[in-house]
């Protein structure tokens, strides 16, 4: 069988070795279950973890990708002793940014562990609950407006990067009757009217 070549990693393989185990196949059928797209940011992210001159092996890859794929596939992280949910789209996020400080030479590499990919996500959730917070005492503040009670559970992270916080949209109060522009301008017109009817004699002032 012809030998092949990793396009991300440059690790050679042949298809026996791919699927030579149980854990091989469950790992690259469960990426693949997860997204295309990100599978492939996953496996840049792997190549982190390739020592200096040498290559990254199957066996290695593979409990690699075990240990992530639980937490992608519920699409959360537990870090620091509590749940953040992490979208699939902060997770491609987090991998980019991971990226990106490799290319800067901000990461002292190989990484030995997903610390800290976690803390990326955990830190693009606190903005976010931040944000929430913030929101949610804007509502205190204003009566108009209760905030709507919500159960207790891990914080969303992809607004943190993928959109700017959405303000606060406060519904305008009820119209008072008689103060809208429609009644003033028919006021208004009324009282010009009056002003340029002349009076009869006897009419009352």
């Not at 599978?39 to 992530?68: C, D, E, H, N, W």
């Not at 620091?80 to 800067?104: F, H, S, T, Y």
């Not at 949610?136 to 959109?163: H, L, T, Y």
Request: with cysteine; net charge positive.
């Amino acid at each position: 069988m012809n030998d092949l070549s990793c396009p991300i990693c440059g690790t050679e393989l042949t298809i026996a070795q791919l699927f030579a185990n149980d854990d091989s196949q469950r790992a690259v059928a469960q990426l693949a279950e997860i997204s295309i797209p990100l599978g492939s940011r996953v496996l840049q992210y792997l190549t982190l973890f390739t020592p200096a001159r040498q290559r990254l092996t199957i066996a290695k890859q593979v409990k690699l990708l075990l240990q992530l794929l639980p937490d992608l596939e519920r699409q959360a992280i537990t870090f620091k002793g509590r749940d953040w949910n992490v979208p699939l789209q902060a997770w491609a996020l987090g991998i980019d940014q991971m990226m990106a400080a490799r290319d800067a030479g901000r990461l002292d590499l190989p990484m030995s562990g997903h610390g800290y990919l976690y803390a990326i996500l955990a830190s693009m959730a606190d903005r976010v609950e931040g944000s929430a917070e913030a929101q949610r005492e804007q509502e205190r503040r204003n009566p108009a407006r209760q905030a709507m009670p919500s159960a207790p559970g891990p914080v969303s992270v992809v607004a943190a990067f993928a959109a700017a916080p959405a303000p606060v949209h406060t519904p305008p109060p009820a119209p008072v009757p008689g103060t809208s522009p429609l009644v003033r301008r028919m006021r208004e017109e009324m009282a010009r009217k009056a002003m340029s009817t002349p009076k009869t004699p006897g009419d009352p002032s």
